[in-house]
């Protein structure tokens, strides 16, 4: 099992940006798809961005297209989510997972879950 755990979240205003890292822990992690949720309080988590092993091949959601940038560290043990154009409806807690493609983490097809980090974007 991958052991993984965010960081980089916090407070901005609209407009600004934030990056959030995700370092992996455990079993070997170069082949794993890496991936971001998000989830606010009373709804289903939603798929945010995926990264391929290789980091080749990238998905994202509609909602972030454009502002959110995906990759992988020199290191195979980190992904980063880049936020840019931060708005107000991004505040939630978004949560690491990895997956065997990246397609299938944009599906919902997840392996392991990270804790989740709080992000804020005030108006």
């Known amino acids: 099992q991958v052991h993984l755990v965010e960081s980089g979240g916090g407070s901005v205003q609209t407009g600004g940006s934030l990056r959030l890292s995700c370092a992996a822990s455990?079993?070997?992690?170069?082949?794993?798809?890496m991936g971001w949720f998000r989830q606010a309080p009373g709804k289903e988590r939603e798929f945010v961005a995926s990264?391929?092993?290789?980091?080749?091949?990238?998905f994202y959601a509609d909602s972030v297209e454009g502002r959110f940038f995906i990759s992988r560290g020199d290191s195979e043990n980190v992904v980063y989510l880049q936020m840019d154009s931060l708005k107000p409806e991004d505040t939630d807690v978004y949560y690491c997972?990895?997956?065997?493609?990246?397609?299938?983490?944009?599906?919902?097809?997840?392996?392991?879950w990270g804790t989740g980090t709080q992000v804020t974007v005030s108006s």
């Open positions: 990264i391929s092993w290789s980091g080749s091949r990238t």
């Open positions: 997972a990895s997956g065997g493609t990246a397609y299938d983490i944009s599906r919902g097809n997840i392996v392991s």
């Open positions: 455990g079993r070997t992690f170069g082949s794993d798809a």
